[in-house]
C-alpha cells in the first residue's frame, strides 16, 4: 500500500552507546524516517541514517513554532519480539496537535507504518533489561523560507528513535514536585492540548526555576484562577483520595489528552478505583492530606509510566504523602502497564502491536 524507500548506513552507532548507563534521550538509533510534505499533499517518506537536516536561516518553524510532536516507545518482549503500545493513540494526537497550527494532517495508518519498518529495522537498538525500551520521537515542522506570520506551504515530519533508561533518575522512587503559583503554562484556547513546541518552551522558565530549588518538575494550576490543578510539565496528574481516582478532565482545554492517562483510567475501572475527572483545587489537595484522606499522587505518562509523588510544595507549605514510598495503588498500575508492554501479562485489550523480529 505504501511505497516506503530505504537506505541503510555503512556505519552503525550501536557500538557508540554506553547501554550501562543510557539516561533519557542521549543516544540516537541508526536510522529515521522523513516524509515530505509539498504541492498539497504528503509522500510515503523514506527511511534513511540519522543525520543532520539542511535547513535556512529562513525556515519558518525556526521563527514562528510550527512544529510538533509525540512520544511512544518499544519494548522489548520477554520472548525476544517488541510490542509498541497504542501508537493508534499518538497517531491521532498528533493529526489533533496538527489542526491546532494549521499542520496539514497526516496519514495515520502510514504513520503506524513508517514506525514499525524503522523499529524492525533498528531492532537492536530496542534494550532487554526491564524499565529500559525504545522512545520513538516523531516530529512535524514547517519547513518553507520566509518571513511573516502565515503558515508553512511544505512540511517535513521526522521519526527518530533513541534507546532509554527511566525518565527521571529516581526510577519508581517518589519525586519532589512544586507547585507554581506565578507562572502558566497554557491558557484554555490556547495549545495546551497540543504537543508543540510552544506549549513545552512555556513549561521552561517555571521548571528551571524549580530545578534550582531541589524539585523535579512542575505541577502547573490553570492561567486564570491559579487554582485549579492543570498537569505536571512532563505528565498528567492523578491523586487518591478517600479511595476514590481523582483527575482534572481533558474538557479543561489545557490538558494534554495522554495515552498512559487513558490507560490508568481504563484500568482503575477494571480494578473497580472509583474514577472521578473533575476539577480540583491545590488548596483540596493540600486540606485533603491535613485530614489524612490524601492516599497517593502519582504523574502518568509514556516518558515515565508512572511516576510516584512523595513530596508537594505550595506557597510556602510542604507536605508528605504516602511517607514518600510508592502507594500500592500506583505499584498496581505501573506493574500491569509495563507487563502488558513487555509481553508479561496477557493484553486482553488489543493495546500492543507486535512487531516480530529475527
Known amino acids: 500500500m505504501y511505497n516506503i524507500k530505504i537506505t541503510k548506513t555503512e556505519k552503525t552507532r550501536f557500538n557508540d552507546i554506553n547501554w550501562d548507563n543510557l539516561g533519557f534521550g542521549q543516544y540516537f538509533s541508526d536510522h529515521m524516517y522523513l516524509a515530505e510534505y509539498k504541492d498539497g499533499k504528503w509522500n510515503d517518506g523514506e527511511i534513511l541514517p540519522y543525520g543532520p537536516l539542511q535547513l535556512e536561516p529562513a525556515c519558518c518553524a525556526l521563527h514562528y513554532g510550527q512544529s510538533i510532536f509525540e512520544g511512544l516507545k518499544a519494548y522489548r518482549r520477554v520472548d525476544g519480539h517488541i ?13 489533533h496537535s496538527a489542526s491546532r497550527v494549521v499542520i496539514p494532517p497526516f496519514d495515520e495508518n502510514l504513520f503506524i507504518e513508517a514506525i514499525k519498518l524503522l523499529v524492525k529495522i533498528d531492532n537492536k537498538f530496542v534494550p532487554s533489561k526491564k524499565g529500559t525500551s525504545l522512545y520513538i520521537r516523531p516530529l512535524v515542522f514547517g519547513d518553507s523560507n520566509f518571513l511573516g506570520v502565515h503558515a508553512s506551504k511544505t512540511y517535513k515530519h521526522v521519526i527518530m528513535t533513541s534507546p532509554v533508561a527511566s525518565y527521571y533518575p529516581e526510577g519508581l522512587a517518589p519525586v519532589k514536585i512544586l507547585v507554581d503559583k506565578d ?39 490553570d492561567a486564570i484562577s491559579r487554582h485549579f490543578v492543570d498537569e505536571v510539565g512532563a505528565m498528567n496528574i492523578m491523586f487518591i483520595i478517600d479511595g ?30 472509583p474514577v472521578r475527572e473533575r476539577p480540583i483545587t491545590v488548596e483540596e489537595v493540600f486540606h485533603s492530606h491535613h485530614e489524612g484522606l490524601l492516599q497517593e499522587v502519582f504523574g502518568t505518562g509514556t516518558a515515565a509510566v508512572i511516576s510516584p509523588v512523595g513530596h508537594l510544595f505550595y506557597d510556602g507549605k510542604s507536605i508528605i504523602i504516602n511517607n514518600n514510598e510508592i502507594g500500592p495503588i500506583a505499584r498496581k498500575f505501573y506493574d500491569t502497564i509495563t507487563g502488558i508492554q513487555y509481553g508479561e501479562i496477557e493484553d486482553r485489550y488489543g493495546w500492543t502491536l507486535k512487531i516480530e523480529v529475527d
Open 83 to 95: 510490542n509498541l503500545f497504542r501508537p493508534d493513540r499518538n497517531a491521532r494526537r498528533l493529526n
Open 183 to 221: 507562572n502558566v503554562r497554557a491558557v484554555r484556547g490556547g495549545l495546551g492540548t497540543a504537543k508543540t513546541a510552544g506549549n513545552y518552551a512555556a513549561s521552561l522558565f517555571g521548571s528551571e526555576a524549580a530545578k534550582k530549588q531541589g524539585y523535579s518538575q512542575v505541577l502547573w494550576l
Open 244 to 273: 476514590e481516582l481523582i483527575t482534572p478532565p481533558i474538557g479543561s482545554g489545557s490538558i494534554l489528552e495522554g495515552v498512559t492517562r487513558d490507560t490508568v483510567i481504563r484500568l482503575a475501572q477494571e480494578f473497580g478505583i
